[in-house]
């Protein structure tokens, strides 16, 4: 079904929604005003031959049928009669797996199927509840999203699915053009395609596409191939199937061309091995200057790459940098053991409605003694009473990078004598032991803590 969302260039997935559209198009396709439209792209880059096709088909479904992975949410999709539990258990799998790897969401799977086993039951569990289960999974507002949708279903739709990709993507808040393929198709049978990190690697490969794979113009033409691509008989086998060569064939940095089953319709596979013949231009070289889909002129064919040319590697954001000062409190709790103070995080924004220990956004630049200051200042602001900056104890330095930020946290411990209550109006707050805090919806970057 759905593996490691790889970006096109091997990064993490996208959310399965469309590109955002550049200034001045108007439409699908559409040039600026005034401008000349694109060319089409030569039937080099396309699938335009029906025999290949069937071919290509064929030799894939052989391949996964012999070669997949055992995976839960397979299992469920393969023998679930229900229709509606059938879509729901390929929903919950798609949004854990979209930027998150494999063997980390199979647990995570496995214990919340155990705990919601239907769209009523997870309509029903609150967010704590869903946070708790989510924690550690990264992306938090992927599980939010998706027991609104669910709650949203039971309440407004009778508690039945949506039965087609254009109704799920419609109806479903968080659910994408992507997710909503793969749920039509795995789950309903509907001769969809999709498209995702793995599918637009495996199909610039197969086509020798340069251009940027993250272009709406290139997104909408692999949707457009993966369209004629896949099988009408087996359409949720198949996307699984392109999806899967990608994961463990086709991969961002090592593809292990030798083992592909589709290495004979692979143009890129077939440029490494004959390299680039001059001066005609052959089908990997199409030979068009104004070519949409062909690598840019000042990006020429590495022939050290081979077929890692393609796609284009997309110029990664560099994370923003961020320092926080965290202070964990504890105390001897009334059996002996150590208890922590933990605070609830606003409910939007990065880690919505997580717990944490008491903690403050610093500005760039402060000294380690001005940071004591301002820790004391926010800890005293909560709590009420007079904190002094000599009585934090510095712990030391934990870095935590999130999708978009360099994140380090400057850890301080304050040991306590007694109980302390934080003002409920600034953040709900609670004593947990070391076992408790790990039972709760505590980021990853706490437990680092």
Request: contains cysteine; hydrophobic residues 40%.
């Amino acid at each position: 079904m759905s593996h490691l969302r790889a970006a096109a260039a091997g990064g993490l997935r996208r959310s399965g929604g469309r590109a955002a559209r550049p200034a001045g198009q108007s439409r699908k396709g559409a040039s600026p005003r005034g401008a000349p439209a694109p060319a089409p792209p030569p039937a080099q880059h396309l699938f335009s031959d029906p025999s290949e096709i069937e071919a290509l088909r064929g030799n894939l479904l052989a391949w996964y049928d012999k070669s997949k992975r055992d995976l839960p949410w397979r299992t469920l999709a393969a023998t679930e009669p229900d229709a509606n539990r059938r879509a729901y258990a390929v929903w919950v799998s798609e949004i854990m797996l979209q930027q998150t790897q494999v063997a980390t969401v199979i647990d995570y799977y496995n214990r919340w199927m155990q705990k919601w086993p239907t769209l009523q039951a997870l309509a029903q569990a609150s967010l704590e509840e869903v946070n708790e289960l989510w924690a550690g999974l990264g992306y938090y507002s992927r599980g939010k999203r998706l027991q609104e949708a669910a709650r949203k279903v039971v309440t407004e739709l009778g508690g039945q699915m949506p039965r087609t990709a254009e109704e799920l993507q419609k109806l479903l808040p968080g659910v994408g053009r992507y997710t909503a393929g793969a749920i039509a198709s795995i789950s309903y049978g509907q001769a969809t395609g999709v498209v995702d990190g793995n599918v637009i690697r495996v199909l610039c490969r197969l086509r020798c596409i340069g251009a940027d794979s993250s272009s709406p113009a290139v997104i909408d033409r692999l949707w457009d191939m993966a369209n004629a691509l896949v099988d009408k008989s087996r359409p949720g086998d198949f996307n699984q199937a392109l999806m899967e060569l990608g994961a463990t064939v086709c991969m961002p940095k090592a593809p292990l061309c030798g083992e592909c089953p589709v290495k004979q319709h692979c143009r890129a596979r077939r440029r490494k091995l004959f390299g680039k013949p001059a001066p005609v231009p052959d089908v990997e070289d199409c030979g068009f200057g104004n070519c949409p889909l062909c690598p840019p002129a000042t990006e020429p064919w590495d022939s050290s790459l081979g077929v890692t040319n393609f796609p284009r590697k997309a110029v990664k954001k560099q994370p923003r940098v961020a320092r926080t000062a965290t202070c964990v409190l504890e105390r001897r709790g009334c059996h002996g053991a150590l208890e922590y103070l933990i605070v609830q995080r606003p409910s939007s924004g990065l880690l919505a409605g997580l717990w944490e220990f008491p903690s403050l956004l610093l500005a760039q630049g402060l000294q380690e003694e001005k940071q004591r200051e301002v820790l004391a200042d926010h800890l005293q602001t909560r709590m009420g009473w007079p904190v002094a900056a000599g009585d934090l104890q510095f712990i030391g330095e934990v870095i935590h990078v999130f999708s978009h930020i360099h994140q380090t946290y400057v850890v301080y411990s304050l040991p306590l004598d007694g109980d302390v209550t934080l003002d409920p109006a600034l953040s709900p707050s609670r004593w947990v032991t070391e076992e408790e805090f790990h039972a709760s919806a505590v980021s990853t970057a706490m437990k680092k803590v």
